[in-house]
């Protein structure tokens, strides 16, 4: 009978083995690595509405930051009207000729963005700059215009002091 029961035992004993080699218990505290799909849409949504919010605030900059170039161009532009009319009484030559450091009466801002125009008056007194947008589309404030007299413009919906801001 004990050779029974030890018989039992061993062939019992070895049956668990086999099961054990051939059917692992599963684990019920596995380590999952990676990401699941709705973890993955989450961040992709996330970062969409970021740069929903980020890209009409970054374009704003970027042409505030060109308009600065246009203002520049038109006061340099200005100042040199104005000192060669300190000499001179009148902001052109006899002949027509623009003074020095002002080569024509159409000419690009430092980077190209804009075309400068130089409009003077009949009399030679007063004159009129314009800075046209030429590599970019400005919607808010289009062409930015200084006169001699120091009046500031433009002509699209955009306030003066949007664009003609420090």
Known sequence: ?????LYKIYFNSGEREMNKLFYPK????VNIEGFSLIELMIVVSIIGILTAIAMPN?????QRGQRAEGRAALTSVATI???FYSDNNQFTTVDDTF??????????SETGLYTLNIAIEGTRQTYTLSAV????????CGTLTLESNGTKGQDAPGTLAECWQK
Do not use: C, H, W
């Open 1 to 5: 009978m004990i050779k029974r029961e």
């Open 26 to 29: 599963k684990r019920t505290n």
């Open 58 to 62: 970054y374009t704003d900059y970027i």
């Open 81 to 83: 009207l104005e000192r």
């Open 99 to 108: 003074p020095p450091g002002v080569v024509n009466a159409q000419r690009l």
């Open 133 to 140: 947008p030429t590599s970019f589309i400005d919607l808010k």
